[in-house]
T-cell receptor
Framework: NAGVTQTPKFQVLKTGQSMTLQCAQD?????MSWYRQDPGMGLRLIHY???????DQGEVPNGYNVSRSTTEDFPLRLLSAAPSQTSVYFC????????????FGQGTRLTVV | AQKITQTQPGMFVQEKEAVTLDCTYD???????LFWYKQPSSGEMIFLIY??????QNATEGRYSLNFQKARKSANLVISASQLGDSAMYFC???????????FGAGTRLFVKA
């Protein structure tokens, strides 16, 4: 009963490095999204996907890329990490019904030095 | 554009008392969903309660109830009989009518005192 699995849980990057945050769900949810959580700002939507092959930008997309080749996976790529991207990142999934809640991964704490 | 506002950065409540966490929202869509999530210090996001914009009755889930005032665009969370384990960050969220996007407020940190 895995739900939403995010890896890694912790990561330290140097400025300019690239990395991919992994997110996988086993609930056959159509909708997946990435958020970043910063103190005092709640969760802000980075990118989201409404199905395989379809992605769109959220509130704070700059510096991040996504793709959705399968229903299960929705990786988030940082092409050139910056200190401003130090944050806690959450992946979430849900189905189309607006009355159902989102299921969240455990989060990734990313520090860019 | 949709927006969620939580104006209480922090709240204190005495154990066993009730507490209300405020949430106001802004949307031009007549159909939407409102959610509350709890985030304890361990960091995970826990779903608490849901209210649909067309629901006639306020949602309740155990000790949680949602005071939904549609005309005022408010969806306050009421926690009855607070427990020490209720100390956490609480987020109000809104999902758009197509179900694509969920946006969150800044959160309220609740401290329950023994």
């Amino acid at each position: 009963n895995a739900g939403v699995t995010q890896t890694p849980k912790f990561q330290v990057l140097k400025t300019g490095q690239s990395m991919t945050l992994q997110c996988a769900q086993d609930m056959n949810h159509e909708y997946m999204s990435w958020y970043r959580q910063d103190p005092g700002m709640g969760l802000r939507l980075i990118h989201y996907s409404v199905g395989a092959g379809i992605t769109d930008q959220g509130e704070v997309p700059n510096g991040y890329n996504v793709s959705r080749s399968t229903t299960e996976d929705f990786p988030l790529r940082l092409l050139s990490a910056a200190p401003s991207q130090t944050s806690v990142y959450f992946c979430a999934s849900s189905n189309y019904d607006r009355g159902t809640e989102a299921f969240f991964g455990q989060g990734t704490r990313l520090t860019v030095v | 554009a949709q927006k969620i506002t939580q104006t209480q950065p922090g709240m204190f409540v005495q154990e066993k008392e009730a507490v209300t966490l405020d949430c106001t929202y802004d949307t031009s869509d007549p159909s939407y969903g409102l959610f509350w999530y709890k985030q304890p210090s361990s960091g995970e996001m826990i779903f608490l309660i849901y209210q649909g914009s067309y629901d006639q009755q306020n949602a309740t889930e155990g000790r949680y109830s949602l005071n939904f005032q549609k005309a005022r665009k408010s969806a306050n969370l009421v926690i009855s009989a607070s427990q020490l384990g209720d100390s956490a960050m609480y987020f109000c969220a809104m999902r758009d009518p197509r179900g694509f996007k969920t946006i969150f407020g800044a959160g309220t940190r609740l401290f329950v005192k023994a």
